[in-house]
């Protein structure tokens, strides 16, 4: 799924079928809903997951709790805007 596609779904009421979770999850990020977001990021144990936990965490003002996820990440702390880093997220998952 390209980026514009992926934009163009949250118009819809369920995120599209074969994303992965942690794509899902800056889906239901998008759409408000940021319990769901974090419960499939966090279902997703491997470095994309962990990438988007980071974002989720640092979105609710838990700088400390971000820190330790970008590190299980392996990336630097984002420090632009929020919508920057999903945006910047998203781009990555989709590739």
Not at 6 to 19: D, E, H, R, W
Request: hydrophobic share 45%; glycine share 8%; aromatic share 14%.
């Amino acid at each position: 799924m390209h980026y514009a596609e992926f934009k163009a779904s949250l118009a819809l009421n369920q995120p599209p079928a074969g994303l992965s979770l942690a794509a899902q999850a800056l889906w239901w990020d998008a759409k408000g809903d940021w319990h769901k977001a974090h419960a499939c990021a966090q279902a997703q144990d491997d470095a994309d997951g962990a990438w988007v936990h980071a974002y989720l965490h640092r979105k609710e003002g838990d700088i400390f709790n971000a820190g330790y996820w970008y590190r299980r990440a392996g990336k630097p702390a984002f420090t632009g805007s929020l919508e920057a880093e999903w945006e910047s997220l998203a781009q990555a998952l989709l590739r």
